[in-house]
């Protein structure tokens, strides 16, 4: 298979740099893999290959096959970590307009989200779908308290007792929480529902190649036996403390530009089925270094079409800002531009080239912009966007912000933070 790279030859960065972060690096590494770092407790994740339980997989696996062959639409209820993983490998994997295919093209169910957010509009058209059509859901949640994913879980699990009754309906809720204890693991043992275990040991935003994410993966097709080998070839080839290894050399790169006052990381990518990836990585960071009044902000732009909002300011905007392109290489589909004997709109000049190649050719065009205006720019290049090499990328941001986090100087693994919008919510709620 063909690696993931990294390009930093416009970043702006000297190689004594690198050089002197490095034994920080080694030092990030040393407490991540002896579990003597702030959080360890949450490092399950690291040792991919001991932490698959292969029976697990093999009942996801015939679950997704069942929903798939007696539901229309399937609805994933969570928020934050508990969605974002499955979300953004759902969309990064499949047709741009999933949901719109026929049922034949798709193979399975149409696939929406809900209990990301407390929309009354958001939820009520949502159930507007739903009347005529099979339904199944999965709740996930470890403690099953959350307010938006239990708010939401009540709301369907009440629709569906009231159309299939508690018997049939039992058949068609699937839960995935903590293993022994929490209200959702004591409603699966009551009700006989199907689950599947949230670990102990990995936290939500780390969570997208558990069962957190492989279940809804599964049902929307896609192969989570290669996207769990890409994640295994990940991380044997991210596991040394050497400079070859590009995923410790991005966190350092990252660090380094930070110290260097570039205190906002944009998130760059030219696929627009690629904006829920963004959105996981942006909480993978932002959820991970935001604390102690440090971290870098994480931010993202789907390009082109935010170079015609957000390009003028990376352009000649405040230089406190850094861009990494994530760059597929070899797209899913192409397609090339026929010649037009009007040439009204003068495009002639492109027959005979792919749209890819325009895409392209826009990306090395903004790239050189960019970094000539003076703006840091790193790439990572992914041979395509499949499932191994997805698979490989999630653990390569993984392993980059365990080791970005212990080289700032935080816990990359709990949230204090999240905690207390909460507080005051219930307090105004009265709770």
């Known amino acids: 298979m063909d690696n993931i790279s990294l390009d930093y030859s416009k970043s702006l960065v000297e190689e004594y740099e690198l050089e002197n972060i490095w034994p920080y690096v080694k030092t990030a590494h040393k407490l991540l893999h002896s579990k003597s770092g702030q959080g360890s407790e949450y490092t399950g994740w690291l040792d991919l290959k001991n932490s698959i339980d292969n029976e697990e997989i093999r009942r996801i696996k015939e679950t997704a096959c069942s929903i798939r062959e007696n539901s229309d639409i399937f609805i994933s209820i969570g928020v934050g970590g508990s969605y974002l993983g499955a979300r953004a490998c759902i969309e990064a994997l499949n047709h741009n307009f999933y949901n719109e295919l026929p049922r034949e093209e798709r193979?399975?169910?149409?696939?929406?989200?809900?209990?990301n957010n407390l929309s009354s509009s958001y939820i009520m058209d949502l159930l507007d779908l739903l009347d005529g059509r099979e339904i199944a859901i999965n709740v996930i949640s470890k403690s099953?308290?959350?307010?938006?994913?239990?708010?939401?879980?009540?709301?369907?699990?009440?629709?569906?007792?009231?159309?299939?009754?508690?018997?049939?309906?039992?058949?068609?809720?699937?839960i995935t929480t903590d293993k022994s204890k929490g209200i959702l693991r004591s409603l699966a043992q009551r009700e006989g529902y199907t689950s599947f275990t949230v670990p102990e040991d990995i936290g939500g935003r780390y969570s997208a190649l558990t069962p957190?994410?492989?279940?809804?993966?599964?049902?929307?097709?896609?192969?989570?036996?290669?996207?769990?080998?890409?994640?295994?070839?990940?991380?044997?080839?991210?596991?040394?403390?050497?400079?070859?290894n590009i995923s410790y050399k991005y966190a350092?790169?990252?660090?380094?530009l930070y110290k260097?006052?570039?205190?906002?990381?944009?998130?760059?990518?030219?696929?627009?089925?690629?904006?829920y990836f963004a959105e996981w990585w942006k909480q993978l960071f932002g959820e991970s270094e935001g604390k102690d009044k440090k971290g870098i902000y994480p931010?993202?732009?789907?390009?082109?079409?935010?170079?015609?909002?957000?390009?003028?300011?990376?352009?000649?905007?405040?230089?406190?800002?850094?861009?990494?392109?994530?760059?597929?290489?070899?797209?899913?589909?192409?397609?090339?531009?026929?010649?037009d004997e009007e040439d009204l709109d003068g495009l002639n000049y492109l027959a005979g080239k792919s749209i890819d190649y325009v895409n392209k050719k826009a990306f090395e065009g903004t790239l050189l912009a960019h970094f000539e205006g003076g703006?840091?720019?790193?790439?990572?290049?992914?041979?395509?966007?499949?499932?191994?090499h997805l698979g490989k990328l999630i653990y390569f941001f993984k392993k980059a912000c365990a080791i970005s986090g212990y080289i700032l100087g935080v816990n990359p693994f709990n949230q204090p933070g999240v905690e207390e919008y909460k507080k005051n919510m219930f307090i105004l709620l009265q709770k």
């Open 375 to 388: 703006v840091p720019n790193l790439v990572i290049n992914i041979p395509y966007m499949d499932e191994y």
């Open 107 to 115: 193979g399975g169910p149409k696939i929406f989200f809900v209990g």
């Open 144 to 174: 099953g308290t959350t307010l938006e994913p239990a708010l939401a879980f009540r709301i369907f699990r009440e629709y569906m007792i009231n159309r299939y009754g508690p018997k049939e309906a039992v058949k068609r809720i699937y």
């Open 299 to 339: 931010s993202s732009v789907t390009f082109t079409t935010d170079l015609h909002s957000l390009g003028q300011l990376i352009q000649d905007g405040g230089r406190n800002i850094f861009e990494t392109t994530l760059n597929i290489l070899n797209p899913r589909r192409d397609m090339a531009v026929k010649k």
């Open 252 to 256: 350092a790169l990252r660090n380094i």
């Open 212 to 244: 957190v994410g492989l279940l809804p993966m599964a049902v929307a097709g896609i192969d989570i036996d290669k996207l769990l080998q890409g994640a295994l070839d990940g991380a044997e080839e991210y596991s040394m403390d050497s400079e070859e």
């Open 260 to 275: 260097k006052g570039k205190f906002i990381e944009i998130f760059a990518q030219y696929e627009p089925n690629l904006h």
